[in-house]
């Protein structure tokens, strides 16, 4: 079992940002997934970035040049820079955390954007 604790969420104007965070605990393997994902009132979750073990990245189209994500393996969490903030970034992002077929999914936490 893995378990995904996140925290940073919160109300930011247009053009702000917020730091997400997320620690992992429990069966962590050596080799992971982990990333965000999000989801907007009456739309479906949508991957926002994730990171591997080895440092590869993948970022949304939506939030390239503004999100950045980043891991510390030795303490198991994963961060999400958001810069440059939209009303459309409005959703609860989730954290996620896959190896093999099995994947894990945090409480999720809200970002509010007001313009």
């Known amino acids: 079992q893995v378990q995904l604790v996140e925290s940073g969420g919160g109300l930011v104007q247009a053009g702000g940002s917020l730091r997400l965070s997320c620690a992992a605990s429990?069966?962590?393997?050596?080799?992971?997934?982990m990333g965000w994902h999000r989801q907007a009132p009456g739309k479906q979750r949508e991957l926002v970035a994730q990171?591997?073990?080895?440092?590869?990245?993948k970022l949304a189209d939506s939030v390239k040049g503004r999100f950045t994500i980043s891991r510390d393996n030795a303490k198991k969490t994963v961060s999400l820079q958001m810069n440059s903030l939209k009303p459309e970034d409005t959703a609860v992002y989730y954290c996620?955390?896959?190896?093999?077929?099995?994947?894990?999914w945090g409480q999720g936490t809200q970002v509010t954007v007001s313009s």
């Open positions: 996620r955390y896959s190896w093999g077929s099995s994947a894990y």
């Open positions: 990171v591997t073990s080895n440092g590869v990245t």
């Open positions: 429990g069966s962590i393997f050596s080799t992971y997934v």
